[in-house]
C-alpha cells in the first residue's frame, strides 16, 4: 500500500491570517504538522496557495506543491495537488491522507490509527473519531458529531447532538450514550478520490457545512477508527495561544 499525505495550507484566514506561518516555539506551525505527518509517512507534500507558505516549506526541507486559490476546501486542495505530486514522485498513490494543516499538536498514532481502516478491502474513505467527555461539547456546533453502525460505518455528520436522547434530561445525557466527534483526519483511496471530485454539494452538506455528508449522500461509505488523542486545531489567537502553553 503506497501512502501519500497531503497536507493544505492556505494562507488566508478570516480568523487569523497566514496561520500556517504563525510562529509556534520557533517553528512555524506548518512545519509542526509536516514533521508529525513524518514520522509515520514515507512521502508527504504541502499543498498550497502562497508563495510565502511554499517558501518556508522548502525552507526546512519539506516538500510543498502550489494549488489555485480557489480550491473551496481542504479536499479540493489535496484533489488539485495529487497529480502534480504524483509527476514529482515519479508513481501512483494507493491511499491519499488529508491532514490539517493547522493542528500542530497532531500525534502520529492517529495517522497509524486512520490507516488501519484500510485492512477492509472494501474501505473507500476513512476517518476518525473521539468519545466526548465534556457535556457542553455535545451542545457545542463548532464540533461536528457522527454516528456509525455496528461496522463502524458512519451513519450522519451533524453540528447538532446525535444522537437526542429524548426519555432523559440533558445535564445526563452523558450517562445514557456515548456520544463521539468528529475529528478532521481523511484517508482515501485513489479512485474515491478522484471520483468525488465530480459530486455536486448536496443538500445535507449545505445545511450542516460539512462536506462528509456529499460523500454519504452520494453512497459512499466512510470507515471510522476511534482514537483516544485529541488534536488542538488553530482558528483564533487564542487556540494559538493555548497551543503554545500545551506543548507536545
Not at 502550489?66 to 476546501?73: G, I, N, R, V
Not at 497529480?83 to 491522507?97: G, V
Not at 484500510?118 to 467527555?133: G, H, Q, R, S, W
Not at 456520544?179 to 455536486?200: D, E, N, P, S, W
Request: charged fraction near 25%.
Amino acid at each position: 500500500m503506497n501512502v501519500l499525505g497531503i497536507i493544505p495550507a492556505r494562507y488566508q484566514s478570516t480568523r487569523l491570517p497566514g496561520k500556517p506561518l504563525v510562529d509556534i516555539r520557533g517553528k512555524p506551525m506548518i512545519q509542526w504538522v509536516y514533521e508529525a505527518a513524518a514520522k509515520v509517512l514515507k512521502h508527504v507534500y504541502v499543498a498550497t496557495d502562497d508563495e510565502r507558505i511554499l517558501r518556508a516549506v522548502k525552507a526546512f526541507k519539506g516538500k510543498a506543491v502550489m494549488t489555485p486559490q480557489t480550491c473551496p476546501s481542504g479536499t479540493d486542495r489535496c484533489i488539485a495537488a495529487l497529480p502534480t505530486i504524483e509527476s514529482h514522485a515519479n508513481q501512483p498513490f494507493d491511499i491519499i491522507l488529508n491532514i490539517q494543516g493547522d493542528e500542530p499538536l497532531l500525534y502520529p498514532a492517529m495517522l497509524e490509527k486512520l490507516l488501519t481502516c484500510f485492512e477492509d478491502p472494501a474501505t473507500e474513505i476513512a476517518t476518525l473519531v473521539n468519545p466526548i467527555i465534556q457535556q457542553e461539547d455535545i451542545f457545542n456546533a463548532v464540533e461536528a458529531k457522527v454516528v456509525f453502525d455496528k461496522n463502524y460505518r458512519a451513519l450522519y455528520f451533524s453540528r447538532s447532538p446525535i444522537p437526542y436522547v429524548i426519555k432523559e434530561v440533558q445535564t445526563k445525557w452523558l450517562n445514557q450514550c456515548t456520544f463521539y466527534k468528529h475529528v478532521g483526519l481523511y484517508a482515501f483511496k485513489r479512485k474515491t478520490l478522484q471520483a468525488i471530485k465530480h459530486l455536486q454539494q448536496s443538500s445535507l452538506e449545505i445545511a450542516e457545512s460539512l462536506e462528509q455528508n456529499r460523500w454519504l449522500e452520494n453512497g459512499y461509505t466512510i470507515k471510522v477508527a476511534i482514537t483516544k488523542h485529541e488534536s488542538v486545531p488553530v482558528d483564533t489567537s487564542a487556540d494559538l495561544e493555548r497551543v503554545k502553553r500545551t506543548g507536545q
